[in-house]
């Protein structure tokens, strides 16, 4: 019997005793080599310890609220730069139009600030 997986790979089974897979037969490999298999999986970093991926996951999410408090702090300066912005464009309208009144009224020889009606 011969059966084909969806990647094109032929299995075959002898009447249920031996599976192949591509030839080489699945059923005969040994508890060391399959052993030797996993360790070298986990060598490569194929496989990970649970506790490893739960480290990662804890570190992600640290991150994660770290980038979400930097965000935040950013939108909340800028707002205040925008207010400052706006404070300091009042007071140098202010300053502006003290300096041109107190520069109209000493041409006069007159030194009082507030302008006469």
């Not at 011969?2 to 037969?25: D, H, K, Y």
């Not at 399959?34 to 490569?44: K, Y």
């Not at 480290?55 to 950013?74: L, P, T």
């Amino acid at each position: 019997m011969e059966t084909r997986s969806a990647l094109g790979q032929a299995f075959r089974c002898v009447e249920g005793v031996n599976l192949m897979f591509e030839g080489i037969p699945i059923v005969g490999f040994t508890a060391p080599s399959l052993l030797g298999f996993a360790v070298a999986l986990l060598l490569l970093g194929k496989i990970l310890p649970r506790s490893t991926y739960l480290e990662k996951v804890a570190e992600a999410e640290r991150w994660r609220m770290a980038y979400e408090a930097e965000r935040e702090a950013h939108a909340t300066s800028d707002a205040q730069t925008s207010e400052l912005l706006e404070v300091a464009r009042t007071t140098h309208s202010v300053i502006t139009a003290m300096f041109a009144t107190i520069e109209s009224t000493t041409n006069n020889r007159s030194y009082d600030v507030v302008p006469k009606e």
